[in-house]
């Protein structure tokens, strides 16, 4: 069963130097081109898919044609929203939401920047939300509150009734189509399937020549584009001659309010059926590799013992450029191998002079 790790202290501890490490021509860039990268806001939408599964929540749906057909216009903008219970700060909600984006809004260029994307999500006009609400929530705040939605429909609940699972919607002239066809989504009600949260240990770096470490946040749509291209790339490398393995390192989960970021992380994996591990840094990775990091997704590689290998290697690619990349790696990789234990075979076969053995 896939693993979400919370801690991983072990390998901070091992790359959390390796910002100063030397690259080739191919892994530098510029900070400046970093900082003035722009894209539509289309771009930090969440893709479109064909089924939208949610193991976590035991809930999967489909989009209407008219929906999806906004979402691709970029008419409507669409991510995962999670709350939290104050006094326990467990889950109250998780629910996929969909919001509107006036024209001026479409055209903007907008800076890769979280927060800024963040402030519009929380003022834009809602279109609705597919989600599951804790019952006890429910009964301490009503669901229009919870939604700011004039229609909440329920559409089931748990066997317990712990979950209780809504859609719920505004009217927008703009996009009715979308709304009328938004409001007509079958959901399927199933069994939650809880996620296990591991401990990160050695065996993350040591079982593998060479690891694919990939650097994304959950807000930006390259890095979700290329999660699913990784998830090939780690199917397909499982069965190679020399597997390697891929981890992704969540990095909006380093900002100080990061539950709502896991409980995407999580999702995103479920979704996507990702089988590799996601990763949380903590203040030593951030202070060490990660520092400076603006740009993702960003990539790089690490050998068995937590060394940094190779390049790196700065936004998304598709499967078969990092089939080409890895296999350029792992023969670099080779190459560096068989290069140290030809250097340390002479080291040990070299005689001792009389001027060293006297010394001792």
Same mark, same amino acid.
């Given at each position: 069963?896939?693993?979400?790790?919370?801690?991983?202290?072990?390998?901070?501890?091992?790359?959390?130097?390796?910002?100063?490490?030397?690259?080739?021509?191919?892994?530098?860039?510029?900070?400046?081109?970093?900082?003035?990268?722009?894209?539509?806001?289309?771009?930090?939408?969440?893709?479109?898919?064909?089924?939208?599964?949610?193991?976590?929540?035991?809930?999967?749906?489909?989009?209407?044609?008219?929906?999806?057909?906004?979402?691709?216009?970029?008419?409507?903008?669409?991510?995962?929203?999670?709350?939290?219970?104050?006094?326990?700060?467990?889950?109250?909600?998780?629910?996929?939401?969909?919001?509107?984006?006036?024209?001026?809004?479409?055209?903007?260029?907008?800076?890769?920047?979280?927060?800024?994307?963040?402030?519009?999500?929380?003022?834009?006009?809602?279109?609705? &939300?597919?989600?599951?609400?804790?019952?006890? *929530? +429910?009964? %301490?705040?009503?669901?229009?509150?919870? $939604?700011?939605?004039? =229609?909440?429909?329920?559409?089931?609940?748990?066997?317990?009734?712990?979950?209780?699972?809504?859609?719920?919607?505004?009217?927008?002239?703009?996009?009715?189509?979308?709304?009328?066809?938004?409001?007509?989504?079958?959901?399927?009600?199933?069994?939650?399937?809880?996620?296990?949260?591991?401990?990160?240990?050695?065996?993350?770096?040591?079982?593998?020549?060479?690891?694919?470490?990939?650097?994304?946040?959950?807000?930006?749509?390259?890095?979700?584009?290329?999660?699913?291209?990784?998830?090939?790339?780690?199917?397909?490398?499982?069965?190679?001659?020399?597997?390697?393995?891929?981890?992704?390192?969540?990095?909006?989960?380093?900002?100080?309010?990061?539950?709502?970021?896991?409980?995407?992380?999580?999702?995103?994996?479920?979704?996507?059926?990702?089988? &590799?591990?996601?990763?949380?840094?903590?203040? *030593? +990775?951030? %202070?060490?590799?990660?520092?400076?990091? $603006?740009?993702?997704? =960003?990539?790089?590689?690490?050998?068995?013992?937590?060394?940094?290998?190779?390049?790196?290697?700065?936004?998304?690619?598709?499967?078969?450029?990092?089939?080409?990349?890895?296999?350029?790696?792992?023969?670099?990789?080779?190459?560096?191998?068989?290069?140290?234990?030809?250097?340390?075979?002479?080291?040990?076969?070299?005689?001792?002079?009389?001027?060293?053995?006297?010394?001792?």
């Amino acid at each position: 069963m896939r693993q979400f790790f919370i801690k991983i202290m072990f390998i901070c501890l091992l790359i959390s130097g390796l910002a100063s490490c030397n690259t080739t021509e191919q892994g530098t860039f510029s900070k400046t081109q970093e900082k003035t990268e722009t894209y539509r806001l289309s771009a930090f939408s969440m893709p479109l898919q064909t089924e939208y599964i949610y193991d976590y929540l035991g809930m999967k749906f489909q989009l209407g044609e008219e929906v999806n057909r906004a979402i691709e216009e970029g008419k409507l903008f669409m991510y995962l929203d999670a709350g939290y219970e104050q006094s326990t700060q467990e889950l109250a909600y998780a629910r996929q939401a969909i919001l509107y984006v006036p024209k001026e809004d479409r055209e903007k260029d907008w800076e890769n920047d979280t927060e800024k994307v963040k402030q519009w999500r929380e003022q834009a006009q809602k279109l609705g &939300y597919i989600g599951a609400y804790k019952r006890d *929530i +429910l009964e %301490e705040t009503d669901i229009t509150i919870l $939604t700011g939605c004039t =229609e909440n429909k329920n559409i089931g609940e748990t066997p317990d009734g712990t979950w209780q699972y809504y859609i719920s919607s505004n009217n927008i002239s703009e996009v009715q189509p979308a709304v009328e066809r938004f409001r007509k989504t079958l959901v399927t009600i199933y069994e939650m399937t809880p996620f296990v949260e591991g401990v990160s240990t050695k065996e993350i770096f040591s079982s593998y020549d060479l690891t694919l470490v990939n650097i994304f946040t959950t807000w930006a749509s390259p890095c979700l584009q290329e999660i699913k291209e990784l998830e090939q790339v780690y199917q397909q490398q499982a069965t190679s001659e020399h597997p390697i393995n891929i981890i992704g390192i969540v990095y909006d989960a380093s900002q100080n309010d990061n539950r709502e970021v896991i409980e995407l992380a999580k999702m995103i994996q479920t979704e996507f059926n990702i089988t &590799y591990d996601f990763i949380l840094p903590d203040n *030593i +990775l951030m %202070e060490g590799r990660l520092k400076g990091v $603006t740009a993702f997704p =960003e990539t790089f590689f690490v050998d068995r013992e937590g060394n940094m290998v190779g390049n790196y290697y700065l936004g998304a690619r598709p499967k078969e450029d990092w089939l080409e990349v890895i296999e350029q790696e792992l023969e670099a990789l080779k190459g560096e191998n068989n290069s140290a234990e030809k250097t340390n075979t002479e080291i040990e076969t070299e005689p001792i002079s009389d001027t060293e053995s006297s010394t001792d």
